[in-house]
């Protein structure tokens, strides 16, 4: 279960963070929410923190390291490899959806644009990820 552990969320697009924290908000789910703008940094916090995440929310196109460059770390490190990412982009490319997939996430969402939409994708996930087993 994540109920009581931090949330990942690597997006360097202003809008999106926020939209994520509203409904976050709005259903009520208080994790911490901690937020990097790219990879690079998102590895920095995994490599660095007290306590790991329960889950990373992933976007793809980022600058410095991308989201599938940040795949190709993490999941070779033991320890973090562990940890579920959902991927949360914009894009609708068949290749990114194969190479993330290859690379090991654990789901795949194409961010809405109509924000109940999105909201109700983030409620399934935290549903869905809440109820799940994981590792230690």
Same mark, same amino acid.
């Given at each position: 279960m994540i109920l009581d552990k931090k949330i990942l969320l690597l997006e360097d697009?202003?809008?999106?963070?926020?939209?994520? +924290?509203?409904?976050?908000?709005? %259903?009520?789910? !208080?994790?911490?929410?901690e937020v990097r703008e790219n990879?690079? =940094?998102?590895l920095e916090y995994l490599l660095n923190c007290d306590e790991l995440p329960g889950i990373i929310f992933l976007d793809i196109n980022m600058p410095k390291m991308n989201g599938i460059e940040f795949l190709e770390i993490?999941?070779?490190?033991?320890?973090?490899? +562990?940890?579920?990412?959902?991927? %949360?982009?914009? !894009?609708?490319?068949?290749?990114?959806?194969?190479?993330?997939? =290859?690379?090991?996430?654990?789901?795949?969402?194409?961010?809405?644009v109509d924000y109940p939409q999105f909201k109700d994708m983030i409620a399934v996930i935290m549903k869905y990820w809440n109820f799940s087993e994981h590792p230690d």
């Open positions: 697009d202003v809008v999106d963070v926020m939209t994520l +924290k509203r409904a976050m908000k709005q %259903l009520g789910i !208080s994790n911490h929410l990879g690079a =940094e998102g993490v999941k070779r490190n033991k320890d973090l490899a +562990k940890i579920p990412i959902v991927v %949360l982009t914009t !894009s609708k490319d068949q290749e990114d959806r194969l190479i993330t997939f =290859e690379k090991g996430i654990s789901g795949y969402m194409t961010k809405p």
